[in-house]
């Protein structure tokens, strides 16, 4: 749950007073606030945790730790379908889910799967 | 990892070894306190690559596993009522409460959502003012701010329907209570990087004087956490005990001081009670006066809670570091990921569910409680010795090494 995943700034725009980045993490994106690190700018990559930028990041590193991460699997435990994976381990249906929750439940929500592996 | 040319960098992996080899003269035992480094360590086999006498003791900093069970079966009791959205990371879902766990909570017709990120369940809040939105906002230093930052939001545009489910827990105030422990045989720690991106450094000085005890600041990736073995080993040879920074590129000695000052707004430090271990004074985190009004536990009465914990699970002395998963008589037989009784054996962080997924079923042959199973205890993984790749005699003549941040 600690872990922070590096990500590159595609957009920076404002809502509500907050300023919010598009950021990919290898082929997935998702939204994330910049008000832990409120001089990021597009193209800088930083390390994000929960959808909050928590410091920047060199590209080298930033790179090298994704390719490690989409290796190991972290980045689809990360963006991936979690309730398929709970019904899996837990040996039971996956459970019905309203229409209503796509935004955040369904894998194919923004940015689409987790990927290539 | 098992192989050298598993590394991302195996010239680097190499050398990092070569010098523990080299460097570690006496058996020494240290505390990767993170869960997300017990599952880098246990899935690389990067405890087989190590001198025999190097043992990890896996920490507490499962943040899944300690939070308490009381505070399970509030979730689970909120989360089945009609008028309420209740909002969890993924890993919550399968934790064990006292009889029934969030996901057949859900199965059973209760509105329960995983969410990426708390300001998800903000808007969740915000697009049904009829419902309760309720987020469980459970952790360490790393995910308090962005909960953190989200009741602020909450309160700043006056969405009042939204709560949080406050379990945050703190590292520093663990490492105390692992040292003042009576059965303590942790020498040294690797501190958990993600931890101190947000807080810094400067919690930890104290820490290692007073203990006398190094402290290395490292991350989660193979590379990192041998950097890290290896500046504790040459601290501990050298008869040193001081805190060091070997995950530079994300962690500033000063931290993230935004985030480290929306905590002190948004949060106030409490004793607060670590499933499997009990109160650790001063360890965690509830939203403060100002905030107070958003506190779930504030907002739904849920008092009368009976928690029921299982006698067989073993997860508490997992958790401090005194047994080995595979000590425990139900691991792998009553205790499964599909069955768990414990916490440890369904989080992605827990030390049994690593254990369990990477089939380390045996208990070393040698005997020793907790002992490190250099070779061939394993079953299914090669011992270190048979992967012809690290020499057990280093040969000494590359003591300077990359650093890997």
């Known amino acids: ?117 | 990892m098992k192989y050298l040319d598993e590394f991302q960098d195996p010239a680097l992996a190499k050398r990092l070894l070569d010098d523990i080899h080299a460097t570690a003269t006496q058996p020494w035992a240290m505390m990767e306190v993170c869960g997300g480094q017990t599952h880098s360590i246990i899935r690389h086999g990067l405890d087989q690559l190590l001198p025999d006498g190097i043992e990890l003791i896996h920490g507490p900093g499962c943040p899944v596993c300690v939070t308490p069970l009381e505070v399970i079966d509030k979730a689970l009791e909120i989360a089945a009522r009609p008028d309420v959205i209740f909002c969890s990371f993924g890993d919550m879902l399968r934790v064990p409460g006292s009889d029934k766990d969030l996901f057949r909570v859900k199965s059973a017709g209760g509105d329960v959502r995983v969410v990426y990120s708390p300001l998800d369940a903000l808007n969740l809040a915000r697009q049904n003012p009829d419902k309760q939105v309720v987020f469980f906002g459970i952790g360490f230093e790393t995910t308090a701010p962005p909960n953190a930052m989200t009741v602020y939001q909450a309160k700043r545009l006056g969405i009042e329907n939204f709560s949080l489910l406050v379990s945050h827990v703190r590292v520093p105030p663990a490492i105390e209570a692992i040292m003042t422990s009576p059965d303590c045989r942790v020498q040294a720690f690797l501190a958990a990087g993600h931890v101190c991106t947000v807080m810094g450094t400067g919690e930890y000085p104290p820490l290692s004087e007073r203990f006398a005890v190094p402290i290395v600041v490292t991350g989660f990736e193979p590379l990192d956490i041998l950097e890290g073995i290896r500046r504790a080993v040459h601290q501990l040879e050298d008869g040193r005990a001081e805190v060091e920074n070997a995950y530079p590129r994300v962690v500033l000695p000063e931290g993230n001081p935004v985030a480290v000052k929306m905590l002190e707004d948004v949060f106030e430090v409490v004793d607060r009670s670590w499933r499997g271990i009990g109160m650790i004074p001063k360890s965690g985190w509830r939203l403060s006066e100002r905030y107070r009004a958003y506190d779930a536990e504030e907002r739904f009465d849920v008092g009368d809670i009976h928690t029921q914990e299982s006698s067989v699970c073993r997860s508490g002395e997992v958790l401090q570091g005194l047994i080995k998963p595979h000590e425990c008589s139900a691991f792998g037989t009553l205790c499964t990921p599909r069955n768990p009784l414990g916490a440890t054996m369904v989080s992605s962080e827990g030390a049994c569910a690593a254990y369990y997924l990477y089939r380390r079923m045996s208990v070393p042959a040698s005997g020793t409680s907790g002992s490190v199973p250099a070779s061939g205890t394993s079953g299914s993984v090669p011992a270190s010795g048979t992967s012809g790749s690290v020499p057990a005699q280093a040969t000494g003549e590359e003591k300077k090494v990359t650093p890997v941040g």
């Open chain 1, 1 to 117: 749950m600690c872990l922070a995943v590096p990500g590159r700034v595609l957009e920076i725009s404002e809502r509500d007073g907050t300023r919010i980045a598009q950021v990919d993490f290898g082929g997935v994106s998702k939204e994330v606030c910049l008000e832990y690190v409120p001089d990021l700018q597009v193209g800088e990559y930083t390390i994000v945790h929960v959808g909050f930028a928590l410091q920047r990041l060199d590209e080298q590193s930033a790179l090298e730790t994704l390719d490690l991460f989409r290796q190991m699997g972290e980045l689809e435990a990360e963006f991936g379908d979690q309730w398929g994976r709970a019904a899996e381990q837990a040996g039971l249906p996956r459970p019905d889910l309203a229409p209503s929750m796509e935004t955040v439940d369904s894998p194919a929500g923004p940015g689409g799967e987790a990927g290539p592996r």
